[in-house]
T-cell receptor, first 116, second 112 residues
């Protein structure tokens, strides 16, 4: 248990569906992240939120829409996805604010997404 | 963008053996991190390195931040079955403290 939970753990959806992934952190952190982990590829950072504000969008297609209503919750809304979007989607959180030093990022268990 | 080359991609060893893996980059990183990921879980931080030349241990794990700031290695001594998993290196991207670049991972399999 890292203090970061993700639901659902597994999701199968069609290309025309709309679904959402949820992440919650119980660590009192102020920064939250979405990563994509595809087979045989490095983890790819998608989005970063600091104090509920999006501070990083790593050229992610608009069919992925993040939402951060508060510092403890992060959502990833999915619509009209493609089969190549099938991957493990990982959420992470960190303390944020430490100048010049990488904040330790704590990862959730991920949502295994399959797009048919 | 910055990229990390991690090797080896996979290792098959006997229990009790020592393990060594490394990451290299063509560009400088300010921080090196080593994570372990087990099946069905997210990556868990093992060791963080913040200074060139730094050597840090965490139990049977030892990692070093290369002097050139372009590489790092992780050693595991006297491996045990629970060491099985995928090990990732990560570097702090020049873009900021929150942007991590990850290696492709080293999959460790241990024969009892």
């Amino acid at each position: 248990e890292t203090g970061v939970t993700q639901t659902p753990r597994h999701l199968v959806m069609g290309m025309t569906n709309k679904k959402s992934l949820k992440c919650e952190q119980h660590l009192g952190h102020n920064a939250m992240y979405w990563y994509k982990q595809s087979a045989k590829k490095p983890l790819e950072l998608m989005f970063v939120y600091n104090f509920k504000e999006q501070t990083e969008n790593n050229s992610v297609p608009s069919r992925f829409s993040p939402e951060c209503p508060n510092s403890s919750h992060l959502f990833l809304h999915l619509h009209t996805l493609q089969p190549e979007d099938s991957a493990l989607y990982l959420c992470a959180s960190s303390r944020s604010g430490a100048r010049g030093r990488t904040d330790t990022q704590y990862f959730g268990p991920g949502t295994r997404l399959t797009v048919l | 963008g910055q990229q990390l080359n991690q090797s080896p991609q996979s290792m098959f060893i006997q229990e009790g053996e020592d393990v060594s893996m490394n990451c290299t980059s063509s560009s400088i990183f300010n921080t090196w991190l080593w994570y372990k990921q087990e099946p069905g879980e997210g990556p868990v931080l093992l060791i963080a390195l913040y200074k060139a030349g730094e050597l840090t241990s965490n139990g049977r794990l030892t990692a070093q931040f290369g002097i050139t700031r372009k590489d790092s290695f992780l050693n595991i001594s006297a491996s045990i079955p629970s060491d099985v998993g995928i090990y990732f290196c990560a570097g702090q991207d020049r873009g900021g403290a929150q942007k991590l670049v990850f290696g492709q991972g080293t999959r460790l399999t241990i024969n009892p």
